[in-house]
């Protein structure tokens, strides 16, 4: 536990410079970059606002509240380091303790407002920080760290001192960094290295030592922000800021919960806007994963499918391990743009080509056939009997001379090829450290990605220890499914870049005519007949079946023959939801005395079993298509969502469903229905037509509508089934029902 002391001080280090006491200077003006200037039409911003992170990260002044260099004092060890990294980033330092005149030679001050300058971070080392935020704001503190523990990660007594403490926040104009966060922003990070840099972000430290890390491999690290249980600065508000610096060439994300959808989802289109890619390791895919997550920071995990869902469309690459989240970004961070997103496996060894050759081609990487001419060059130093087609087998000897660089070069010249692979299962000296320096060679003079397994279990070796881990272009490996995982990633996230096109920027600004309507038939806190949620579906240019509502079997009978038999005759009212399942839907209908009979069949159920009923639906019977389902619900981080899969029986049988976060384009709409496991089922299978999938796009870009634009109001919607007919003749909500808050 960190100690309790509310008092604030401040020091400088021995080697800052000295403080002039005097009158304090006017703060410098902080606050938000690059802020959203447009709304949606429910008054959300549209654009990330970008929290002025230079003077945490590099402030001139630091305050250490709770400063000690008392041996074997916890806060102790935590100020001398609080020292050290003032002196690497050039900060003036002021210790602050109420009892206590210097701590490690630098006067120490018993209270925020006794430091004779404003202070730009204030670090605080007491158990409740919470009562110091109305200080800290009367001395005009920029920035905050909490490290206490006891928060919302620990139950509901935790999370109502955890609100307290974001409230003072709020009130104080401060920003604060945890509680629940530890040392890792202020790190020794090495400054010799070169080339884009990662920036890293966790909401537990220990899960970004392996990130951390790789600056022990040569690659380069720039930030890192521990953002513990974000009362007040989240994971959002560093990947807006992380996107903006030149010096950022990936971000790597930790993740255990969201704390607002919309803000990540906002913060991930601006890393999409600036082509800055983002991979993130986001605890939660299982329940005990979601469990564990919110006991150790508070938030809330989110379902999901709808977390996966949104990464995806903004762009952000989801991964499984630390280690994943290792190299991904690695190679993300430093590769160049692909020219070509063909990959070629080279090897010594055939047997060594043709396994990652098949994890790569699994994992949806494409590996090209080279040309003829590029084969017959390569034939010129392999001999004839091995195969170099791709993969590219040289059997081993040709990389022990001067022949191995020559053909690397001649696959790296290949047009086709954008990315060169090099498998090395084990150490085979002198041949694998001579593949292995022209490898580094090669990559040197190449705009192209080359990518090195090394899989020695051992990793001691010169050629993986000097030569590759000392080339800043060569991206090593340890494992094939890691190397397999970071350069699908790389081809993905330049695919996705040069296509994006944020769809914030398209978003609704204002309510259409169509939401004027539809608010007028909304009944709050209740259920929509089927016939009202007809209703609500028309008013959003959702096609429907002709159909009339009755009251009795005479106007039923006239309402067929308006309609054209056969017809369907369903009950509609505000309880009804699994209508089939009750009897309470006849189909096929063709004459007066069978539309009379059911009129008073389907009453009479009705009323056994206590129904409400607003009426008999008449409705057209439409022919034969594709069932589908379509509906927005709500969730607890993103909002209304917007779900597609196949519908009628097979919704309940396949679980066969995608899910998209508004807002999205058609580009996400066409993309959702392709994840579908049976997808198929609307290009025409077994001699079925092709289906109208323009006509279903539409239906889900207008649904996507109506969740902006009612989402205060619809709590709940689904059309099952849509009834996608062939292609051409567009889709039909056959049946609907509405949830209204």
């Given amino acids: 536990m960190l100690g309790s002391t509310h008092g604030t001080l401040t020091t400088t280090s021995r080697t800052a410079r000295v403080v002039a006491c005097g009158e304090r200077p006017r703060p410098a003006v902080h606050g938000l970059a690059d802020a959203a200037q447009d709304v949606d039409v429910s008054g959300r911003p549209l654009q990330s606002a970008v929290p002025d992170l230079d003077r945490f990260f590099r402030p001139e002044t630091v305050a250490v509240i709770g400063a000690s260099d008392a041996e074997g004092r916890p806060n102790t060890g935590i100020t001398r380091q609080l020292i050290a990294w003032s002196e690497r980033v050039g900060a003036r330092v002021h210790p602050v303790h109420p009892t206590r005149k210097s701590v490690f030679g630098l006067t120490c001050h018993p209270s925020i407002g006794a430091v004779p300058e404003q202070i730009d971070l204030a670090v605080l080392l ?127 994300a930790y993740v255990e919960g969201i704390k607002d959808g919309r803000a990540f989802l906002l913060a991930a289109d601006r890393a999409a806007r600036h082509r800055v890619p983002v991979v993130a390791v986001k605890v939660g895919r299982t329940e005990t994963g979601a469990r564990t997550a919110a006991s150790h920071t508070g938030k809330l ?38 020219r070509s997103t063909g990959v070629a496996v080279y090897s010594i060894s055939g047997g060594t080509g043709a396994h990652f050759a098949d ?8 590996l090209p056939t080279l040309s003829a001419g590029k084969q017959r060059e390569l034939h010129e130093w392999i001999p004839e009997y091995l195969s170099v087609a791709n993969p590219i087998d040289n059997g081993g000897h040709p990389v022990g001379d001067w022949r191995g660089r020559r053909i690397i070069d001649a696959i790296l010249a290949d047009p086709s090829v954008g990315v060169l692979i090099c498998p090395i299962t084990g150490p085979f000296p002198p041949m ?122 005479a106007a039923a009978v006239r309402a067929a023959a308006q309609v054209g ?137 207008r649904v996507q509508r109506m969740a902006l634009e009612l989402g205060d109001t619809l709590a709940e919607l689904e059309i099952n089934p849509l009834l996608v007919l062939e292609r051409g003749q567009g889709a039909v909500a056959l049946d609907a029902l509405a949830f209204c808050r």
């Fill in 126 to 252: 007491v158990g409740d920080p919470t009562p110091l935020i109305g200080e800290l704001s009367a001395a005009e503190v920029t920035f905050a760290v909490a490290f206490a523990s006891g928060f919302a990660e620990t139950g509901p007594e935790g999370a109502a001192a955890q609100a307290r403490l974001t409230a003072a926040v709020r009130a104080s104009g401060i920003r604060l960094l945890g509680p629940n966060t530890n040392l890792n922003a202020f790190e020794r990070f090495r400054t010799d290295l070169d080339g884009p840099a990662i920036a890293l972000i966790t909401q537990s430290g220990h899960q970004g030592r392996p990130v951390f890390a790789l600056q022990e491999l040569g690659i380069r690290l720039s930030h890192w922000a521990p953002t513990g249980n974000e009362a007040d600065l989240e994971c959002a508000d560093f990947i807006s800021y992380f996107a903006t610096r030149p010096e950022v060439g990936a971000i790597a």
């Fill in 301 to 338: 995990t989110g379902a999901d499918e709808v977390v996966d869902a949104a990464m995806r469309q903004f762009g952000v690459i989801r991964v499984d391990g630390l280690d994943e989240l290792q190299d991904t970004s690695a190679l993300l961070a430093r590769a160049r743009p692909p």
């Fill in 359 to 366: 994890l790569a081609t699994a994992a949806g990487l494409e």
């Fill in 432 to 553: 694998s450290d001579r593949l292995a320096q022209d490898l580094v060679a090669a990559a040197e003079e190449t705009d192209k990605p080359v990518c090195v397994v090394w899989g020695s279990p051992v990793g001691t070796e010169d050629a993986y220890r000097t030569t590759l881990l000392g080339s800043s272009r060569v991206a090593t490996f340890r494992t094939f499914s890691n190397c397999v995982t970071a350069v699908r990633a790389y081809l993905d996230h330049h695919r996705f870049a040069a296509d994006y096109r944020s769809p914030f920027d398209d978003a609704p600004r204002t309510l259409s005519p169509s939401a004027r309507k539809a608010q007028a038939l909304m009944r709050p806190g209740e259920q929509l007949s089927e016939h009202a949620a007809k209703q609500l579906l028309r008013a959003y240019g959702i096609r429907v079946p002709r159909e009339q509502l009755v009251t009795s079997a």
């Fill in 565 to 701: 038999y056969p017809v369907v005759m369903k009950a509609s009212g505000p309880q009804l939801t699994h209508k089939t399942e009750l009897g309470l839907v006849k189909i096929g209908l063709t004459s007066a005395s069978q539309v009379r009979d059911a009129y008073r069949e389907l009453t009479d159920i009705a009323r056994y079993e206590g129904l409400p009923l607003d009426g008999i639906l008449v409705c057209q019977l439409v022919g034969r298509g594709v069932e589908m389902i379509l509906g927005i619900t709500p969730d607890s981080l993103f909002g209304p969502t917007v779900t597609a899969g196949l519908g009628g029986v097979l919704v309940e049988a396949l679980h066969d469903t995608a899910v998209r976060v508004p807002p999205f384009g058609e580009g996400d709409a066409r993309a959702m229905l392709g994840e579908l496991r049976g997808h198929a089922l609307l290009s025409g299978v077994r001699g079925a037509p092709p289906a109208d999938v323009d006509a279903l796009v539409e239906t889900v870009l």
